[in-house]
């Protein structure tokens, strides 16, 4: 079905409008925040009983360039991945350097993270796709960011012929040791934020993303930052619902040939 050119018009307007800030509109707007609505938890809450995968502790034997500078001069977007495995602490340092938390401020208020968020609301959850990574199953997992744990939510199943399909065909994702997908769950910016919410929480996940490439580099890895996907069935993938929380944002991780 075609979109006539007088819809496509409006929407690339609204596109264009939710890109300009709106902070302006919230003089005129109360909050759930301002109403002292209670805030949405800073984590999604999940089954107690799911079997938890605890995260070692990382330290700089994993780090292979520790210069930010290098690092800022080779950072690129790689699409060929070894065959070599992620081992569980590259992964846990880079779920630490993307949405790990160093620290809880307030009553359950806020998170001190690497990453900046407007806020501080942290709108994102992270799931994996586990390809490639030693100690764990192949399948989809969840990070908890409070514990620094994964749980493990699907299994394989078929999931690599499933993301090839979701993604356009980029076989370089099903390749990858692990896939990145990060998901929205909008409502813990509008608490605080309402109609202004949108465009920060989307360079959130900018933030987000720059933090992998970067931390991707220092220990040998490569990325590849993916918004070309298709919405409907990567949010069934990771089985969410797609109001309330739905995917923004991929990025495959795995190892490369280093530049010299």
């Not at 900018?206 to 040998?220: D, M, R, S, T």
Request: net charge negative; charged share 25%; glycine share 4%.
């Amino acid at each position: 079905m075609k979109i006539s050119c007088d819809k496509l018009q409006k929407f690339c307007v609204q596109g264009r409008n939710m890109m300009k800030s709106n902070f302006n509109l919230l003089k005129e707007i109360e909050t759930d925040q301002s109403k002292e609505v209670p805030q949405p938890p800073l984590q999604k809450p999940y089954d107690e009983n799911s079997e938890k995968t605890e995260l070692p502790e990382f330290d700089e034997s994993i780090i292979i360039d520790d210069s930010l500078l290098s690092c800022l001069k080779k950072r690129r977007s790689h699409r060929k991945f070894k065959s070599n495995e992620l081992s569980l602490k590259e992964l846990s340092f880079l779920l630490w350097a993307t949405q790990g938390v160093d620290d809880i401020r307030g009553d359950n208020y806020a998170t001190l993270r690497p990453i900046p968020s407007a806020g501080a609301r942290h709108p994102f959850e992270t799931y994996l796709l586990i390809n490639n990574v030693e100690g764990l199953k192949k399948g989809i997992y969840r990070y908890l960011a409070l514990s620094h744990e994964l749980i493990r939510t699907i299994n394989e199943g078929r999931i690599e012929n499933d993301i090839e399909k979701i993604t356009a065909k980029q076989k370089f994702i099903v390749t990858a040791p692990v896939l990145f997908i990060w998901a929205c769950i909008p409502y813990r910016g509008e608490w605080r934020y309402s109609m202004a919410s949108h465009k920060v929480m989307l360079l959130d996940a900018g933030h987000i993303c720059q933090n992998l490439y970067l931390a991707a580099e220092a220990i040998g890895c490569g990325t590849c930052a993916i918004a070309a996907y298709e919405q409907e069935r990567i949010d069934a993938l990771v089985e969410i619902d797609g109001e309330d929380e739905f995917v923004v944002y991929m990025s495959p991780v795995g190892k490369v040939e280093q530049l010299i």
